[in-house]
């Protein structure tokens, strides 16, 4: 009987994918669960494991691009041989043995299957990305143990097991599954079978000569030194060959964690080589030019995707003023350790700017509102997004409530969402439902910049580099620390008369911050 294995649904959006690499050749004996062959479509690169035990036919080749649903290979299943009876034992010089009456088998405990698949996880979201796993196949995992952790273009999030037993996984890491996909199977009450002797079986002397068994050596894993697609990108990036790196994972293949713990091997001392060929090799590496390819992440895709309909969709304009930071800076620098001291957070300038745009978003309502089809909603609070550069990319935390917040309970709030953007735990409440977004390229050094709004929001505060300029002050030519700002906002909205105002509003409160405690 042969089994046809056909490319699985991989995502609403993939129609075709590719056949990269086969790890199995035609006429193979191959196993069950036992890694095929990997495919690749436009979002990710997944591993096709066998349905059967049996020997494999090869229908489509490597760079073969097949739609969902054709048929990439056959597996010829060969029914199991009853196994031949074991011979009798003759004793020398004994007589013959009663006969030994068959051990009762006690029956296998019933056993079922449970998928598990993706859960929802907000409206927008259609897929995620199988990050990293912390179980393997194979292994036994009990109740709500986390089995791996998902990203999608928001947040990363962990999944717990549903149920004890044993753990099948079926997409790897790196793999984009949609919502309400199979990521694993668990086997629960799967018990073995146990052979129970009674109690008057008669069992050959322990003199008794029986021919030994015959002993298979341990085959190398089909596994073993194969990285799984997150760990081979990692190795590329690094320029790690995987023979280099040893697989801690199933049969040992090489996991992400293998990969980010891989170090470079050092060179060793090259021998002293003639004038001539170290000229040569010089040209060489000077003439090289190399390039590498890798898929955009799903954070990526998403942001990229989102800016460009903001810059379609809306009316977006852009209204510049510089700020004298030295009162700021002033008032930082005589309290900065006093305040450290008291509420355990330093004292910065998001704070600042975060007060006084809560103070300016109150008189100037429609930079604080947005656009639900003919409808403009007006918010009488102020949920402050926070662009923060993560390492998987930009993410916009938000501050709640930031106008009844002091400086300390601002910069509190600031310091525990970075650090959950930082380690990849921000949950996708904690990034929506902002009402304004401020932004600071200043920490990478931008002079000047036009941010784009963070849509359905309707403006933007950018807040740039700090330089000492030459400034005219009562007529006067002296040094001070300025700050260009940028306020990028939806004109259908918010007409350019409100736009100056309250960029110039947040100016006078931050050249004068006795303004934000007088509350004038």
Known sequence: ???????????????????????????????????????????????????????????????????????????????????????????????????????????????????????????????????????????????????????????????????????????????????????????????????????????????????????????????????????????????????????????????KDDAQNAQPAAPAPAAPAPAASAVATATIASDARGSRREKMSSLRKTVARRLVAVKNETAMLTTFNEVDMKPVMDLRSKYKDKFKEKHGVGLGFMSFFTKAVCVALKEFPSVNAKIDGDEMVFHDFCDISIAVSAPKGLVVPVIRNAENLSLAGIESEVVRLAVKARDNKLSLEEMTGGTFTITNGGVFGSMMSTPIINAPQVAILGMHNIVERPVVVDGQIVIRPMMYLALSYDHRIIDGRESVSFLVRV????????RLLLDI
């Open 1 to 255: 009987m042969a089994i046809e294995m056909k490319v699985p649904a991989v995502g609403e959006s993939i129609t075709e994918v590719t056949v990269a690499t086969w790890n199995k050749k035609e006429g193979d004996v191959v196993k069950l669960d036992e890694v095929l062959c990997e495919l690749e479509s436009d979002k990710a690169t997944f591993e096709l494991p066998a349905e059967a035990e049996g020997i494999l036919h090869i229908v489509a080749k490597e760079g073969d691009v097949l739609p969902i649903g054709a048929v990439i290979c056959t597996i010829e299943v060969v029914g199991a041989q009853a196994a031949a009876p074991a011979p009798a034992v003759v004793v020398a010089d004994s007589p013959a043995p009663a006969p030994i009456a068959a051990a009762p088998v006690a029956p296998a405990a019933e056993s079922k299957v449970l998928e598990v698949k993706v859960p929802p996880v907000g409206e927008s979201i259609t897929e995620v990305t199988v990050s990293v796993w912390n179980k393997k196949s194979g292994d036994i995992v009990t109740l709500d143990e986390v089995l791996c952790e998902l990203e999608s273009d928001k947040a990363t999030f962990e999944l717990p097991a549903e149920s004890a037993g044993v753990l099948q996984i079926v997409a790897e890491s790196g793999a984009v599954v949609p919502i309400g996909g199979v990521l694993a199977t668990i086997t629960v009450g799967a018990g073995s079978s146990t052979v129970v002797a009674p109690a008057n079986t008669v069992l050959p002397p322990a003199s008794t000569a029986v021919a030994p068994a015959t002993t298979h050596q341990p085959t190398e894993s089909y596994a073993a030194g194969h990285p799984s697609p997150a760990a081979a990108k990692i190795l590329d990036e690094k320029g790690i060959a995987a023979s280099q790196v040893p697989g801690t994972g199933v049969g040992g293949r090489i996991t």
């Open 507 to 514: 100016k006078q409160l931050l050249e004068d911050p006795a």
